[in-house]
């Protein structure tokens, strides 16, 4: 009776044993299957996005360069135009200022099609095509239209001044609400979430069986979630504050 039970005791406890190990490899597993699948579904996919994201930033990043560099090019054309220049000299003339140098791609392509030998307004309405900077691109337009006709270009662009002022003043209103968003946005990712996360992970530690592991949780929120907000947020303020520079 002595053996049959010492037996069943250490049969009981191998089985307690095996289970014991048996349970804390499909946690394991499971912590692994969960880590994998966050890794398949937001992190690869987020890298691609990116890869695929990062031209089109670029693109409209140089487009709100140009941007603020707009006005600038406008009052160095209008002098050009009442010195007496006229309105293709003083658009090949523009490349050779170092204050218009964020231009020089479009300036360059403007003087090399008209040594060419291409119709000025055909070489504009192409440029203006291609340009990320929208207010240019109408600059080009409208030049390309009146050179076309004949008509004076400097009250076409005495006006695009003055309006250009208009938009820039309804723009700075929208950018100040957008930046007040993207801060609140910044505040409840960057501050409140790590919170939420540090209650799910304290009380998943309680669990017997967490579906994840509490440090998993950590690591991708201390070294993925906040530092990926931070950095968005400083790229998207700058990105959003450079429509309004002057």
């Known amino acids: 009776m002595e053996v049959v039970a010492y037996v069943t005791i250490m049969i009981i406890a191998v089985v307690v044993v095996v289970g014991l190990i048996i ?3 499909i946690t ?3 912590n692994a299957i969960v880590t994998t ?3 398949t579904f937001l992190v690869i996919p987020a890298s691609l996005l990116m890869m695929l994201l990062i031209p089109k930033i670029v693109y409209a990043n140089r487009g709100f360069k140009l941007e603020s560099k707009y006005l600038r090019l406008l009052y160095f054309l209008s002098t050009f135009i009442v010195a007496g220049l006229g309105i293709t000299k003083a658009l090949i003339r523009l490349k050779d200022f170092e204050e218009l140098r964020d231009f020089n791609i479009e300036l360059e392509l403007i003087a090399n099609e008209v040594y060419l030998g291409k119709d000025l307004d ?3 309405h ?3 095509s291609i340009t990320p900077c929208k207010s240019f691109a109408s600059l080009l337009t409208t030049i390309g239209n009146v050179s076309k006709s004949g008509r004076d ?3 076409v662009i005495n006006y695009l001044i003055d309006n250009y002022f208009i938009d820039i003043r309804s723009r700075m209103e929208e950018v100040i609400d957008y930046v007040s968003i993207l801060s609140e946005a910044f505040v409840v990712i960057a501050l409140i979430f790590p919170l939420i996360v540090s209650i799910i992970a304290s009380t998943s530690t309680l669990a017997p069986f967490g579906i994840l592991d509490p440090y998993v949780l950590l690591i991708i929120t201390t070294l993925l979630i906040v530092p990926s907000s931070s950095l968005a ?3 998207l303020v700058d990105y959003v504050m450079s429509v ?3």
């Open 23 to 25: 349970l804390n490899m």
């Open 28 to 30: 394991t597993l499971i």
């Open 37 to 39: 699948l966050l890794i």
């Open 122 to 124: 055909e070489v504009l």
């Open 126 to 128: 192409y440029v203006a």
């Open 153 to 155: 270009v400097l009250p």
């Open 233 to 235: 947020y400083y790229i």
């Open 244 to 246: 309004v520079q002057l």
